[in-house]
């Protein structure tokens, strides 16, 4: 969500001397369900913005002006910060649902250690299309629903993990994308549910 | 929404600072911690010594993309000539997994720490 990102110059905060490892968690969701101030409220540094090149022929299509383009066309994203501790610092990505971008997915977030989906019960559909391109690309993933105060109906979790087919081993939480702990929450739960499943796994070697 | 292109108005710029190059090698992640070993020379192409200078403490490549304002896939490419050149140490991530295979779980419970103590 371009909107949340400032303008101003961003203030370079450095890493420790000692940080020696870059850990990646992506947050999917469609414009304007609060990737960037779901990451905002967590991240230490303001988020900031960057773009990869996209290339490929027939896959540039702008689905808002319905243009197909072999000329270079280019993804954006925005990113955080956090820093775990001396060692590890874990980036927080901002990635669009939109389907060019699963082009782009290996290339950039290959080595992610789980994803986040975020949901707003308004435009469920586009939810369903991140759920279903992470199951492909067989990423671990959470789904964390943004409450919005102008919601017309609140949907139970129940009815909303109905609505997403979403298997119950998937953590389905409720979150205010705009609170620092409430992100965080969503965060530990990611981590928390791949940590079990990673035991899990350890357990059967 | 409103995006500020990030210099992809010009590809002649780009093509120029990768020398024509438009492919990268995937040898650098979009977190893997770049650290400057020299400090920049004059003469140095200014893209070169602009991260060298942004690099005196680690930061990862997605920052210095960002700061610099320039697409991954060319931040790729000049990292892969400093790197080359011995200027820059690279602290890689632990290694991708295969599909399906989960991060080990020691690493897990060391980012929960991390998290909880937010």
């Not at chain 1, 919601?151 to 298997?167: M, V, W």
């Not at chain 2, 060391?110 to 909880?116: K, Q």
Request: charged letters at 25%; glycine letters at 6%.
């Amino acid at each position: 969500m371009g909107s949340a990102t400032s303008d101003l110059p961003s203030l370079r905060t450095p890493l420790s001397d000692a940080a020696e490892a870059g850990l990646k968690i992506v947050i999917v969701g469609g414009f304007g369900v609060g990737k960037t101030t779901l990451v905002r409220s967590v991240s230490e540094i303001r988020p900031l913005n960057t773009e990869e090149l996209m290339t490929q022929a027939g896959v540039g299509v702008d689905e808002t002006r319905q243009v197909a383009t072999k000329t270079t066309t280019t993804v954006a994203f925005d990113f955080g910060r956090i820093s775990l501790n001396k060692r590890l610092v874990l980036y927080l990505f901002g990635a669009p649902g939109q389907e060019r971008f699963w082009f782009l997915w290996d290339r950039l977030f290959s080595g992610t250690l789980g994803a986040v989906v975020l949901v707003d019960t308004r435009r469920m559909d586009e939810s369903w299309y991140a759920i279903d391109r992470l199951e492909h690309h067989k990423t671990p993933f959470v789904v964390a629903v943004n409450r919005f105060d102008d919601e017309p109906d609140r949907y139970s979790l129940d009815e909303i993990r109905q609505a997403l087919c979403l298997p119950a081993h998937v953590p389905l939480v409720d979150c205010d994308a705009r609170v620092r702990s409430s992100g965080k929450g969503v965060l530990i739960t990611l981590v928390d549910h791949l940590y079990e499943m990673a035991m899990a796994q350890e357990m059967t070697l | 929404m409103t995006r500020r292109p990030v210099d992809i108005g010009d590809p002649d710029r780009l093509y120029t600072i990768t020398g024509g190059r438009s492919r990268a090698d995937d040898a650098f992640d979009l977190v893997t911690l770049i650290v400057s070993e020299s400090a920049p020379r004059a003469g140095m192409q200014s893209e070169h010594a602009r991260i060298l200078d942004l690099c005196r403490h680690p930061t990862a490549l997605v920052e210095i993309a960002a700061e610099m304002k320039l697409p991954i896939t060319v931040m790729r490419i000049l990292l892969g000539d400093l790197l080359a050149m011995g200027r820059i140490s690279a602290r890689h991530p632990p290694p991708p997994r295969p599909q399906a295979a989960l991060p080990d779980s020691a690493l897990l419970l060391e980012v929960l720490h991390g998290l909880r103590n937010l």
